[in-house]
Nanobody
């Protein structure tokens, strides 16, 4: 069974940091592009970052460029999203995603709340 499980969310003050994890089971993460998305209250889900399968090329949305870093640990079959300099606009549920053989797989999400 193919599965993605996110973790690492929580409550953080503005300017703080969190590292999200996306652990895969049933397939190898390095075989596919993996994306991080987020959905803020009352807003549509948006793409945040992704990492390609073979050469690890990364992409970032303009809103997070320079603050977030995506990485992959093949031995742990896990993709990470290091988030620094968090601000109120980063509050959302964060999801990881993989498209495998034309089917979309999503994790259950992990909530990030930036608040004083």
């Amino acid at each position: 069974q193919l599965q993605l499980v996110e973790s690492g969310g929580g409550l953080v003050q503005p300017g703080g940091s969190l590292r999200l994890s996306c652990a895969a089971s049933g397939f190898r993460l390095d075989y596919y592009a993996i994306g991080w998305f987020r959905q803020a209250p009352g807003k549509e889900r948006e793409g945040v970052s992704c990492i390609s399968s073979s050469d690890g090329v990364t992409y970032y949305a303009d809103s997070v460029k320079g603050r977030f870093t995506i990485s992959r640990d093949n031995a742990k079959n896990t993709v990470y999203l290091q988030m620094n300099g968090l601000n109120f606009d980063d509050t959302a549920v964060y999801y990881c995603h993989a498209n495998i053989l034309s089917r979309n797989y999503w994790g259950q999400g992990t909530r990030v709340t930036v608040s004083t």
